[in-house]
């Protein structure tokens, strides 16, 4: 019966484990990513239901845009949350 070959390749070893810092958001983060998002809809649902209120009637259209700047924002600080 023949002879398996021997390997060639040394047998995988992981590198040293170092100490690694976990990294952790601000305090901050959350709370302004979550307020962002609640803006950009509640933005958006004042401007379909009173579209002729002070703050808001003279914008026009550009309320969708505010409302969604709003909303992207919220999702990318989501993107920085660990």
């Given at each position: 019966m023949p002879k398996p070959?021997?390997?060639k390749k040394?047998?995988?070893t992981p590198p040293?484990?170092?100490t690694k810092q976990i990294k952790v958001s601000p305090r901050w983060l959350?709370?302004?990513m979550v307020a962002s998002w609640v803006i950009g809809i509640l933005w958006i649902?004042?401007?379909y239901v009173a579209p002729t209120a002070?703050?808001?009637g003279p914008l026009g259209n550009w309320n969708?845009?505010?409302g969604f700047a709003f909303i992207?924002?919220?999702v990318v600080l989501s993107t920085r949350w660990r």
């Open positions: 070959k021997a390997r040394a047998v995988y040293p484990s170092s959350a709370p302004v649902a004042v401007y002070p703050f808001i969708l845009l505010i992207i924002f919220g």
